[in-house]
């Protein structure tokens, strides 16, 4: 895996203003653009889903971001993350953050191959998530990431 | 002192929870270990830390331990992050 999210935020790993029914819809947006990049096969998608049915929307981890993942396990291909923006918010029950304006899906081996990735994702998610929506293409989402992580 | 991070799976809330604690942490000048957990070994890992940071859908997973169970909201905000610790924080 790269270690810089644009790098990595390949065409495939990225939906803009997904249209989603409801919380699972959302994540198997998130779980569809891991598959589509190949990090992951679909297995992994149900396993996102399972975890917020056992654990709650701990997920939603700020403001109108879920942060979709589950463990290391064979569903997993490759370490990989996505990028869902929600056409419109949509509720994940959490008590302080809903509603949910965008889903990263992410997939690891294991436990420290993303590390890089994650703190570059930490540093962009602490900044303006309103501009970050804006973006209506792939290379304008990118320029904005690689903007907020000087 | 040591400071555990706990979510669900180990990868990546508490490993975002960790970068973002350290982070205060430095700022701060205090010095802590701290560590990522998924809840299933959480408790066991928690026995002998004095913090543990989550966020309120995991905390009474957490159950009792002697350590000071700090709940999160926002994982990037490094304002409230900063404000919960130095709360639970021994002058």
Known sequence: ?150 | MKIVAVCGMGIGTSVLLKMNAEKVLRTLGVEAEVEAADIGVARGMSRDAQIVLTSDELAPEIGDVPAEVIIIDNFFDLEEITTKLKAALPE
């Open chain 1, 1 to 150: 895996m790269s270690e810089s999210l644009a790098d990595e935020l390949s065409d495939d790993a990225i939906m803009l203003n997904a249209p989603a029914a409801d919380w699972r819809d959302a994540v198997r947006r998130a779980g569809a653009a891991l598959t589509a990049t190949g990090s992951t096969t679909e297995e992994y998608t149900a396993e996102m889903i399972a975890a917020v049915e056992e654990l709650g929307p701990y997920i939603v981890i700020a403001p109108g971001i879920a942060l979709a993942h589950s463990r290391p396990s064979p569903a997993v291909l490759n370490t990989g993350i996505s990028w869902v923006s929600l056409a419109s918010p949509i509720e994940f029950g959490h008590a302080a953050n809903d509603p949910v304006r965008l889903v990263v899906g992410l997939a690891a081996v294991d436990h420290d191959s993303h590390l890089a990735t994650m703190s570059n994702l930490a540093g962009v998610l602490s900044g303006d998530l309103d501009r970050l929506l804006g973006a209506t293409n792939p290379e304008e989402l990118r320029a904005l990431i690689r903007e907020n992580s000087q």
